[in-house]
Nanobody
Framework: VQLVESGGGSVQPGGSLRLSCVASDYTFSSGCMGWLRQAPGNEREAVAAIDPNGKTTYSDSVQGRFTVSKDNTQNILYLQMDNLRPEDTAMYSC?????????????????WGPGTQVTVS
């Protein structure tokens, strides 16, 4: 399984970014896909997840500002991030978990991408 993220960058507060994650040797019907982030000095946290049926869940910190979606035909996962805040600055990674429901539990994720940096300032 290979996961590769793109779309990170620098943006001003209130701005938007769209992250993408291309999955190889893995189909989205196999389980849940999630977006996790880690800022320097902080633990990694899951912020969004989507299950094989498209059901989603979000952390309180991004609810209403971030939207996770996927293209099952091309095996691409997206994270639309709007109204970005300085506290959203982090390395964002996509991850896959072989479970049939959306989860923000980090320990459930089996595969990770290297990440893409998001800086809001």
């Amino acid at each position: 399984v290979q996961l590769v993220e793109s779309g990170g960058g620098s943006v001003q507060p209130g701005g938007s970014l769209r992250l993408s994650c291309v999955a190889s040797d893995y189909t989205f019907s196999s389980g849940c896909m999630g977006w996790l982030r880690q800022a320097p000095g902080n633990e990694r946290e899951a912020v969004a997840a989507i299950d094989p049926n498209g059901k989603t869940t979000y952390s309180d910190s991004v609810q209403g500002r971030f939207t996770v979606s996927k293209d099952n035909t091309q095996n691409i996962l997206y994270l639309q991030m709007d109204n970005l805040r300085p506290e959203d600055t982090a390395m964002y990674s996509c991850a896959a978990a072989r479970i049939g429901f959306p989860s923000l539990a980090r320990y459930l994720y089996n595969y990770w991408g290297p990440g893409t940096q998001v800086t809001v300032s």
